[in-house]
């Protein structure tokens, strides 16, 4: 066999294929010789097809593209020139920002000086940003950083996802995130953990510096205790306001009661030097009273850091957290003696109210306020005021009695008399004997006309959201073929598409809450579930706490227990 050779074609330049291409010979023949060729079979025949008509496409209607309505969120921290001259710039850097794009529309400026970024609750304007945003009149935020939007990750989360939820998305210009993309949540929870753990170490820098101030007696306070004036970061006697101090102390000394103390102050006109949130003036309270008897700082002294903050709540220092005590600090008002004396009075008529204090402070789970299973769940059927106990001593013992606390300020504004905790207790026993007997009849034929409710309540709201997300895929579908065209601008089809895609989730998520169970027939559930685990030798306290969310009494006549569900059960009183 022959060996093989191959023959390597060299590759043409450009210009060569294009001079072989012009140089080749074209070859022009008349009709005639054409129809001799193809009669001889020299040529063969291609039947070329009739041109068509061209297809005239109609014009369609210009496509009106909604502008993208933006605002800007901005803050600072404090209130120094630094930062105010600051925040004036962010302010004019948005406005201007947003109104140079012609696909936007400009929403406005939200600012805040001077307010911390931990806690969302205590910032004004971005609660008014949140309402516009649920009002419809936002669709995209501005706003310099993640730490400058918040400080706390778990706040950050939840209103970026509130926000999402809305069709509202956030661009963090510093960090380049925009929330509408998929991997910003990741993004996000990676820094605003560490703006979160930035604000706590600037938290625990300024903290190391509160204390080492504690502990040289050089801390400068920013107010003073009723009863003085603060001068010069320290407190001097107020030589107008110490003998009401003086007289409140003499007041408890004589047996008065904190409320019958505050109600005289009151009366008298006396001012507290205190501001209410809308601005108006204090009025002094039992709890006011109360504390300024505990207050060391009458006697001369200082106690500080009695609270601290825990992941950005305040809590009261029950021993966790180091105090330091600075004996002699100022000017006393009070003598040693009698602030003593006044305090074991404050204990001694508590012990007998059965209000006895947590002695061991660092036991936090005795509150004050949660003593009794019926302590805050008791309403008032006369006013709808809370109710609370109060003890009445007689020859066989001592009595538990539940009264309005409107009645005990003035009768005059409600006329309920008290009631026996006993026959409250034996009230909710009734029902409890009821329920646990006929509770699968009580609570089925609830669920069943529930769920009827829930039914008649959903059809037309589910219809509706349903008819909104078919329009909304017919509108994808024109938008999405309108950009393989070419038509009109690719940009603002996409955002628009973007938008759309929001408002997508939003209405799938509202269908599917609409179609589910609701947070009321799971509390039904619950209910049945906790009476069916509960035993009659049980503790019908915690029982009451789990499933009853108040009852309004009528004494001498009835109490209506509303359970966490829902459903109102009326029990008559009985006298023992």
């Known amino acids: 066999m022959p060996e093989r050779q191959i023959k390597i074609i060299p590759a043409l330049s450009k210009a060569e294929r294009t001079k072989k291409t012009v140089n080749r010979p074209i070859r022009v023949a008349s009709q005639a010789d054409l129809r001799s060729e193809i009669a001889q079979g020299k040529t063969k025949a291609t039947i070329i097809p009739q041109m068509q008509a061209p297809v005239k ?34 302010r004019e850097h948005y406005e201007e920002y947003i109104k140079s794009h012609p696909d936007w ?13 931990t806690k969302k609750e205590n910032r004004p304007e971005l609660q008014r940003l949140i309402a516009a945003c649920k009002a419809g009149a936002v669709d995209l935020i501005l706003t310099k950083s993640i730490s400058r939007f918040s400080r706390n990750t778990t706040d950050c989360l939840e209103m970026v996802r509130t926000l999402t939820a809305l069709g509202v998305n956030i661009l963090f210009e510093k960090e380049n995130i925009h929330t509408g993309t998929m991997e910003s949540e990741f993004l996000l929870t990676l820094f605003s953990t560490f703006a979160e753990e930035e604000s706590k ?32 970061g320290t407190f001097e006697v107020n030589p107008e306001r110490a003998p009401i101090v003086r007289e409140i102390f003499d007041a408890v000394l004589a047996g008065k009661g904190t409320p019958t103390i505050a109600k005289e102050l009151n009366a008298r006109g006396i001012p507290t030097g205190t501001k209410r949130n809308d601005g108006s003036p204090g009025v002094w309270t039992a709890y006011m009273i109360g504390g300024m008897i505990k207050n060391v700082a009458y006697i001369g002294d200082v106690l500080n850091q009695k609270t ?7 809590k009261y220092n029950y021993g966790e957290r180091k105090q330091y005590y600075n004996e002699g600090h100022h000017e006393a008002i009070i003598d040693k003696d009698t602030f003593e004396r006044a305090n074991a009075a404050i204990r001694q008529r508590g012990a007998e109210k059965s209000n006895n204090p947590c002695e061991d402070k660092q036991l936090r789970n005795n509150p004050h306020s949660n003593r009794y299973a019926f302590s805050g769940r008791l309403k008032c059927a006369c006013c709808g005021g809370s109710m609370k106990r109060v003890t009445q001593k007689t020859s066989a013992g001592k009595l538990y009695h539940w009264v309005c606390s409107q009645h005990v300020v003035d009768k005059s504004t409600c006329s309920m008399k008290r009631e026996r905790e006993e026959n409250i207790k034996n009230a909710f026993a009734t029902l409890l004997n009821k329920l646990l007997y006929a509770k699968d009849i009580i609570f089925d034929a609830y669920t069943a006309r529930l769920r009827q409710e829930e039914a008649k309540d959903n059809a037309d709201a589910l219809n509706a959201l349903n008819d909104e997300l078919n329009q909304i895929l017919d509108e994808k579908r024109r938008l999405t073929l309108l950009i393989s065209k070419g038509c ?45 685990d509960w035993k009659k030798d049980g503790d ?16 001498g006549k009835y109490v209506v227990f509303k359970l966490k569900c829902g459903l109102k059960l009326k029990e008559p009183l009985k006298e023992e």
């Open 57 to 90: 496409i109609a014009a369609t209607a210009p496509v009106e593209v909604k502008k993208l309505r933006v605002a800007g969120y901005c803050r600072v921290s404090t209130g120094t020139t630094q930062q105010e001259t600051s925040i004036v710039a962010q």
């Open 105 to 117: 529309e400009f929403a406005g400026i939200y600012w805040e000086a001077a307010v911390s970024g």
């Open 201 to 232: 170490s600037i938290s625990a820098n300024e903290l190391w510096t509160k204390h080492k101030q504690f502990e040289s007696g050089t801390f400068r306070y920013s107010t003073a205790p009723f009863g003085y004036n603060l001068v010069d």
């Open 308 to 314: 601290f903050f825990d992941h950005f709540h305040l």
């Open 488 to 532: 009109g601008e690719p940009v603002s089809f996409r955002q628009k598409l973007v938008e759309l895609e929001a408002r997508e989730n939003t209405v799938r998520y509202d269908i599917l809450q609409k179609s589910g169970d609701s947070m009321v027939l799971h509390a039904v559930a619950d209910a049945k579930e906790a009476l069916g």
């Open 540 to 555: 019908q306290d915690a029982l009451f706490t789990e499933i009853v969310e108040s009852a309004t009494v009528e004494t």
